[in-house]
Structures are given as structure tokens and as C-alpha cells.
């Protein structure tokens, strides 16, 4: 009878050891490279972002009106810029979300299996597409309804500017569809992963099947859908592309039926151009959208943090 080896798949305790500082130290490592990212994209935006708050002014930049940036005598307000990116972002959210949130609950909870396994691949591919896409469906397609719904609603007016239909009301509309992707599958990731046991707990106690969803699953999955909001803000508040192409581009005030300029659009519409103070306070706007950002992501973490306190 041949001689038989075995062989240990557990190593002795100094393969161990050196094996678990290895991964320590890569672990180590990778958090590092996090955390120096974020640093030195902080620290480059406030540096190249504030030289024109003080040549320029902050007032000037942040509560002006009117944008000239090459005119004789430039100005470089940018206030209506940063209520059309919080008004848009809003409005897109406010009409996202819960279309997102509830289409998450019926993949989860409700669809039938057949249903569910054609519009979970459609979602995931609405994810796919590249955002210059839903732009140009938004020009060609979005635009002219929007249009056509202006002149009814304007047609005696004397003082609208009319805009073709690239106006903040197209913007608001892609932006909802470009963050449904994000909201829709983790949200329904979050609610999956909640526990069998409270669903049934629930139906046992004579709960309905909206009641248990609305009342058990979603405030158990809070964690993850309150992630997929954040997601979804950063993708609309970062959005650029797409919003170029439907919004007009006009520095306006943020009305449904104006051409208006987002951050993102600002930035992206004139940086190739720009030099010498114009082109500094290009990297305040996005300084003012970094800050955004950071303000967003604080503020929801900290809520998320609250209601785990409260719920414990």
C-alpha cells in the first residue's frame, strides 16, 4: 500500500502569523490611499478655488447676479448657478427617489418572479448607458414636448423667453431617470437583506403585506436606502454632460421654464477657453460643488447615525 501525505490547508502558527500582518499591512495600506485621495482633492480644490474669492470678492462671486465673464468690465456672479444646481438637484430627487424606492419594493417584495427577471436586467442597463446618451434622447425627444408645452402655456406672453424646450424643467426630468439606476438596486439590495424573520413576525401579528413593507422592511433597510439616496444626489449634483445639452446653458434664475446653467455646466462649458481670473473662479464654482458635496454627505450620514441611536 503507497505511502499517503497529508497536507494541513491551516500552516503552522508562523505562516499564519505572517500571512495576517500581510494583510494587515495591504489593508493598512489601501485605507491610506482612501483617506490621502479625499485629502489632497481637498486640499488642491482649496487651493486653485480661493484666490478669486479674494481678488474678485466673495460677495461678488456668491450673491452676484449676472454673469459676464469676458465683457469689458467682467463680472463672475454665480448666485442663480448655485440655486439652479440645489433647485435642480432637489427636484430631481424629490422625483427619483420615491419612483426608485418603490420600483425597488416591488422587485423585492411584490413582482413575480417571470416580471421581476425582465425589469431587473432593463434597470441594470439603464445603469450602463453613458450620460451623453440620455442627453441627446433628451434633446431630441424630451426638448420638443417641452417646447410644444411652452408655447401652449406662453403663447400670449410678451415678456417670456422662449427656449425650445432646453430649460430647467428637461434638466430636472434626466436627471430623475439618470439616478433611478442607483436608487432602484441598492435599495432593493438593502431591502433583501433584511430578515425573513421580521417579515413573518409581522404578517403573524395580523399585519397586511403594505403595512409589514411599509412599516417593518423599509425602516429595517433605512441604512442602505438612505445610501442610495446620498448616491443618487452626488450623481445628480455631479452631472454634467447630459444637463449640457438639455438645459439651455443660460445663466438665469431657476424657474421651470428658463434656460439655466448648473455648476457642473458652467465649468464644463468654459473651461477650455478661460484664463486669468475667469478661469479661477471656474475652480471656485467647483470648490462651491466640492463643498456641496461634502455638506450633503455629512448631513445625511449624521441623520443615518440619529436614527440608529433612536432605533437602538
Not at 474669492?53 to 465673464?69: D, H, M, N, R, Y
Not at 435642480?88 to 418603490?102: E, S
Not at 431617470?177 to 395580523?206: D, Q, Y
Request: hydrophobic share 55%; net charge positive.
Amino acid at each position: 500500500m503507497e505511502n499517503q501525505q497529508t497536507f494541513s490547508i491551516i500552516g503552522n502558527r508562523r505562516n499564519k502569523s505572517a500571512v495576517e500582518k500581510a494583510a494587515q499591512g495591504i489593508f493598512t495600506l489601501c485605507a491610506f490611499i482612501a483617506i490621502l485621495a479625499v485629502v489632497s482633492i481637498t486640499v488642491y480644490m482649496v487651493i486653485n478655488g480661493t484666490p478669486a474669492l479674494f481678488s474678485v470678492g466673495i460677495k461678488e462671486i456668491l450673491l452676484g447676479t449676472s454673469w459676464k465673464p469676458t465683457a469689458a468690465e467682467p463680472s463672475y456672479g454665480i448666485l442663480y448657478v448655485i440655486l439652479t444646481s440645489i433647485v435642480g438637484t432637489t427636484l430631481a430627487v424629490l422625483l427619483g427617489v420615491p419612483i426608485g424606492l418603490l420600483t425597488a419594493v416591488f422587485l423585492a417584495e411584490t413582482a413575480p418572479k417571470k416580471l421581476a427577471a425582465v425589469v431587473k436586467p432593463a434597470v441594470e442597463l439603464l445603469a450602463g448607458i453613458p450620460s451623453v446618451i440620455y442627453g441627446l434622447l433628451g434633446l431630441m425627444i424630451l426638448n420638443p414636448l417641452m417646447y410644444k408645452l411652452e408655447l401652449a402655456l406662453f403663447k400670449d406672453s410678451e415678456t417670456h423667453q422662449f427656449t425650445g424646450g432646453a430649460n430647467l424643467l428637461s434638466a430636472v426630468i434626466v436627471l430623475a431617470i439618470m439616478i433611478l439606476p442607483t436608487v432602484i438596486n441598492i435599495s432593493e439590495s438593502a431591502i433583501r437583506a433584511v430578515p425573513a424573520s421580521l417579515k413573518s413576525a409581522s404578517l403573524a401579528l395580523g399585519a397586511s403585506e403594505i403595512q409589514t413593507i411599509f412599516k417593518v422592511i423599509i425602516p429595517a433597510a433605512k441604512s442602505g436606502i438612505i445610501t442610495a439616496i446620498v448616491l443618487g444626489v452626488g450623481r445628480a449634483i455631479g452631472e454634467a454632460m447630459a444637463i449640457t445639452l438639455v438645459s439651455g446653458s443660460s445663466v438665469n434664475m431657476p424657474l421651470p421654464f428658463n434656460s439655466v446653467r448648473f455648476l457642473t455646466t458652467a465649468i464644463v462649458a468654459e473651461m477650455g477657453y478661460a484664463s486669468g481670473v475667469h478661469r479661477q473662479v471656474l475652480f471656485t464654482i467647483g470648490l462651491v460643488l466640492f463643498v456641496f458635496i461634502m455638506i450633503i454627505n455629512i448631513s445625511l450620514t449624521g441623520i443615518l447615525k440619529k436614527g440608529d441611536k433612536n432605533h437602538e
